[in-house]
């Protein structure tokens, strides 16, 4: 993409800090101290200013709007209903491969996200672990740490594992459903707004700028603009799936409902992220081929914007990726400079796994992680759409026999769901969309 050399300020900021300390303990005088810091903090916020300041380009803006409706004029054609029923038995058996994947391969990729590959590859063989994984990790680094407050990293592994270990992709699955339950399938983003300020205690990103502006009694419409250079990074891509999972063979309208979820934190290419995903996962369970789903959400998309773009790059590329650290080097270099948080290259690497992968979930998943980036993020999307799209019988016992059904959650008041009840909950609202 050709991003400009970045700052290094924050190398200085560190040297400044530490000298500040130092001629402190030396006994320079305090007030000289602080008028320097104070004149480089007044300094970096009038550089900040200027940044934010900066105009953007018109011409590329009317091709990546934000309004709902100017995106739809901006798509190409296609079938946007591919179910005109409501097939229960289908329905049940591709929601439970598509809910049971994405935890999957979140689970699988939660203990090592963003790790190096190297350092992958150097643990599972310090282990003994299969590398690309065929099982959950047998063993983790800091098994008594506490992720969210409500799992240690212990029960991310086969030997510790009891139940779905707690997880912010997860749990934002999870949301979309209490979001349609609350609000109905025809909700809005202030209906999003309710519901994060009943359900969700803290956020990352994009999510958290979100929160605290909603705490702070922004309008909902209003809480991703503010102090917010997170808007095209995956946060709203991984609230897809529910979407999907509620508009069976409905890519559109999964896509509707993903704009007014992803509208409260994201923009643009972060709005179409999840509008993609949540497409692709309901026209999954249509078809019998992951890449012909992806190709039915690109038509959600604007067809001129930088996602568009980039995941038919993908698509291009796909069938030249040989493995997990080809993908991962081609990735690097098409994207060189993009932040590793990122929705567009974190979605090229989904599907590059689901390449991979072949028809085969264990290699489809392993393989996701074995990329790196947000590779927790990535994997449970690759698993999610893999089973919207071969079913439950496709996913192999091993990455579910510890499940329990139970899915353990830090949602407010909301420590703990069980699977059979939101499959059936899904079930229910999803079958609305035919009556």
């Not at 590959?117 to 063993?139: Q, R, T, V």
């Not at 399938?185 to 958290?208: H, N, Q």
């Not at 420590?415 to 909950?425: A, G, M, Q, T």
């Amino acid at each position: 993409m050709g991003y400009p050399e970045m700052s290094k300020g924050g190398h200085f900021i560190n040297l400044l800090n530490e000298y500040a300390k130092l001629k402190h303990e030396y006994g320079s005088q305090p007030e000289n101290i602080a008028d320097i810091i104070a004149e480089t903090d007044n300094f970096l916020q009038t550089q900040l200013n200027k940044m934010t300041g900066l105009e953007i380009s018109r011409e590329l803006s009317a091709k990546e709007p934000d309004d709902l409706n100017e995106i739809k004029k901006l798509r190409i054609q296609s079938e946007r209903k591919l179910w005109k029923s409501f097939d229960k038995t289908k329905y049940a058996d591709r929601l439970k491969g598509a809910l049971i994947g994405r935890m999957a391969g979140c689970t699988l990729g939660a203990p090592v996200e963003f790790w190096p590959i190297d350092e992958m590859e150097d643990w599972a063989k310090w282990l003994g672990d299969d590398f690309p994984n065929k099982n959950y990790w047998s063993k983790i680094k800091n098994p008594n740490a506490m992720r969210y407050g409500a799992s240690s990293c212990y029960s991310y592994t086969s030997e510790g594992m009891d139940g779905v270990p707690v997880d912010d992709d997860i749990a934002y699955t999870l949301l979309g459903l209490l979001i349609a339950e609350d609000c109905g399938l025809d909700f809005r983003t202030e209906d999003v707004g309710k519901c994060w300020l009943k359900y969700l205690p803290y956020a990352c990103t994009a999510e958290d700028i979100a929160l605290k502006n909603l705490k702070k009694g922004v309008p909902p419409e209003k809480c991703g603009e503010i102090d917010n250079p997170y808007v095209q990074w995956i946060g709203a891509d991984i609230r897809s799936d529910p979407f999907g999972y509620l508009a069976p063979g409905l890519p559109e309208k999964a896509a509707e409902m993903a704009y007014y979820d992803a509208y409260i934190s994201h923009r643009r290419n972060g709005v179409y992220g999840e509008m993609f995903f949540s497409a692709a996962i309901a026209a999954a369970f249509a078809v019998n081929d992951p890449f012909e789903a992806v190709n039915k959400a690109l038509c959600e998309i604007p067809e001129e914007s930088l996602l568009y773009r980039d995941m038919t790059w993908a698509l291009e590329t796909k069938n030249k990726v040989r493995d997990y650290r080809h993908a991962r080097e081609l990735t690097d270099k098409y994207f060189g400079g993009m932040s590793g948080v990122h929705t567009n290259n974190n979605a090229a690497l989904t599907l590059f796994g689901l390449q991979l992968g072949g028809g085969d979930f264990t290699k489809t998943i392993g393989n996701v992680v074995a990329m790196g980036l947000d590779n927790d993020c990535t994997a449970a999307t690759a698993g999610s759409l893999f089973g919207a799209c071969y079913g439950f019988g496709s996913v192999d016992k091993v990455w579910y026999e510890k499940f329990n059904n139970k899915i353990h959650s830090y949602l407010i008041n909301l420590p703990l769901f069980e699977i059979d009840d939101v499959l059936d909950r899904f079930a229910k609202l999803a079958e609305l969309n035919f009556i």
